[in-house]
């Protein structure tokens, strides 16, 4: 199962029967960031994951998907590409963590449909913790409405959800280092 192979590399603890699964050597980063418009291009280019520096020594991922296969395979490829996450299925519980230590993720990647709360829904909850925390979501089910209203709710990117996961650790890397060139 899913949850067997994930308590092989991550502690993990159960909470009713949903997964959440929280790496073993994540660490907190204190940045706030601007907002800005959605960027909806393709990108095809590898970009290199970021680049520890001295004044954040990790960029943490926040990492919500009702999908725990998902949650497994992404979260296994940030932390390869040296990249913390912290990964629920449940965005209610991802708030939870959010509110206990808002400076402690640098980026929230999240799905667009999941049962509870859309990624949208959860970006406006984000914004109300901690103003300027980017979002982005992946779907893969794109609409004019969904730009939309993820634009209102100060998500910064919408991006196809890839058939490679590893097209996923690009974007997200993508983001993580365009974020670091503006602040």
């Not at 959605?38 to 970009?47: K, R, Y």
């Not at 925390?133 to 910064?156: C, K, M, N, W």
Request: one cysteine or more.
């Amino acid at each position: 199962t899913a949850y067997e192979i994930v308590s092989r590399d991550w502690s993990s603890d159960v909470c009713s029967s949903d997964l959440v699964a929280t790496p073993t050597d994540g660490a907190d980063a204190n940045d706030d960031h601007t907002e800005a418009d959605i960027d909806t291009t393709e990108h095809d280019d590898a970009i290199p994951p970021p680049a520890p520096n001295a004044s954040n020594p990790t960029r943490q991922v926040l990492y919500v998907d009702d999908d725990e296969s998902l949650i497994y395979l992404v979260s296994r490829l940030l932390r390869e590409a040296g990249i913390p996450v912290k990964a629920f299925t449940v965005p209610e519980q991802a708030l939870e963590a959010l509110r206990l230590d808002p400076g402690a993720y640098d980026l929230v990647v999240t799905d667009q449909n999941m049962p509870g709360l859309s990624g949208v829904e959860l970006a406006r909850e984000i914004r109300a913790i901690r103003p300027g925390l980017p979002v982005v979501i992946f779907s893969g089910h794109l609409t004019g409405e969904l730009y939309h209203q993820a634009r209102d709710a100060g998500v910064r990117e919408v991006i196809p959800k890839p058939d490679d996961v590893a097209d996923m650790r690009e974007s997200i890397a993508r983001v993580l280092n365009a974020d670091r060139r503006s602040t």
